[in-house]
């Protein structure tokens, strides 16, 4: 399983910006596939995930301070994940990555990471 992101850049508080994620290999249920990300001397944290569970059933999850900004989507056909970030403020500035919990098989895969950076 490899994944890929892209999208990072530099914006102005405020505006928006769109991250993507690609899936390569096959993550079976159940699983948790999102968007974490590390400020500067923070642990890495998660953003905004899909969880799905054995039987297929899937809810949303997102950290409190992005909610109402921050929107996850995917996909499916172009096994491409996203990350709509809507309202950037300056302590979204942070690496960013995607990553996928195979909950069955204990193992975790990580994209490499996509600087965001928001100027106040």
């Known amino acids: 399983v490899q994944l890929q992101a892209s999208g990072g850049g530099l914006v102005q508080a405020g505006e928006s910006l769109t991250l993507s994620c690609t899936v390569s290999?096959?993550?079976?249920?159940?699983?948790?596939m999102g968007w974490y990300r590390r400020a500067s001397g923070t642990q890495r944290e998660p953003v905004a995930r899909?969880?799905?569970?054995?039987?297929?059933?899937?809810?949303?999850s997102y950290e409190d301070s992005v909610v109402g900004r921050f929107t996850i989507s995917r996909d499916n056909a172009k096994r491409t994940m996203f990350l709509h970030m809507n309202i950037l403020k300056s302590e979204d500035t942070a690496v960013y990555y995607c990553?996928?919990?195979?909950?069955?098989?204990?193992?975790?895969?990580w994209g490499q990471g996509t600087q965001v950076t928001v100027s106040s």
């Open positions: 290999g096959n993550i079976v249920s159940p699983n948790v």
């Open positions: 899909f969880v799905t569970t054995g039987s297929g059933s899937e809810k949303t």
């Open positions: 990553g996928a919990h195979d909950l069955r098989n204990l193992k975790m895969y």
